[in-house]
T-cell receptor, first 112, second 116 residues
Framework: TQLLEQSPQFLSIQEGENLTVYCNSSSVFSSLQWYRQEPGEGPVLLVTVVTGGEVKKLKRLTFQFGDARKDSSLHITAAQPGDTGLYLCAGVMDTGRRALTFGSGTRLQVQP | GAVVSQHPSRVICKSGTSVKIECRSLDFQATTMFWYRQFPKQSLMLMATSNEGSKATYEQGVEKDKFLINHASLTLSTLTVTSAHPEDSSFYIC????????????FGSGTRLTVV
């Protein structure tokens, strides 16, 4: 059982469309991060959210951390082919465990 | 910024042989490093937490005698896959938590292991 469930698992959209990726858990996280990974490379950090209800914007990307710190969402506006990749949420559990727990991943494909 | 250098990036080995993967923190000291495995089209799964100067902590289901972890210095952690089998073929990634930042983790570029 995946501790962090992402949905959808796969998304294929046209350039210019908007999309939202969800990351859900029954556990509380002290912080949650979003990464993007290209094939054959390590994940690259996009953002870290720490406070329940926090919203962060990074150009066309908007990240939200749930009030209870159990879920998060990533919204992309006007998607571009360069946004194609594997999006991963990852969290540090509130139990004091130091390792990041990764979500199941969302593979995004943006068609030109 | 904090960088973790991982080598080799790709390795092909024969069944039954051992392969060592290195991760070095280049401009910071990493008392703890994390080793992940990623199968095709899947997410990263934590294998073990490597602690400098002490034994690694392995996740449930990960064989400690097969995946040997050594963290002998503050800048180097190694993962040795012993007696490799084709089912060990995977993408292995290391990560370190950057000291001084509450939430910063940096990742190596990964090692693609193929066992033939």
């Amino acid at each position: 059982t995946q501790l962090l469930e992402q949905s959808p698992q796969f998304l294929s959209i046209q350039e210019g469309e908007n999309l939202t990726v969800y990351c859900n858990s029954s556990s509380v996280f002290s912080s949650l991060q979003w990464y993007r990974q290209e094939p054959g490379e390590g994940p690259v950090l996009l953002v870290t959210v720490v406070t329940g209800g926090e919203v962060k914007k990074l150009k066309r990307l908007t990240f939200q951390f749930g009030d209870a710190r159990k879920d998060s969402s990533l919204h992309i506006t006007a998607a571009q082919p360069g946004d194609t990749g594997l999006y991963l949420c990852a969290g540090v559990m509130d139990t004091g465990r130091r390792a990041l727990t990764f979500g199941s991943g969302t593979r995004l494909q943006v068609q030109p | 910024g904090a960088v973790v250098s991982q080598h080799p990036s790709r390795v092909i080995c024969k069944s039954g042989t051992s392969v060592k993967i290195e991760c070095r923190s280049l401009d910071f000291q990493a008392t703890t490093m994390f080793w992940y495995r990623q199968f095709p089209k899947q997410s990263l799964m934590l294998m073990a937490t490597s602690n400098e100067g002490s034994k690694a902590t392995y996740e449930q289901g990960v064989e400690k005698d097969k995946f040997l972890i050594n963290h002998a210095s503050l800048t180097l952690s190694t993962l040795t896959v012993t007696s490799a089998h084709p089912e060990d073929s995977s993408f292995y990634i290391c990560s370190a938590r950057v000291q001084g930042t509450n939430y910063g983790y940096t990742f190596g570029s990964g090692t693609r292991l193929t066992v033939v």
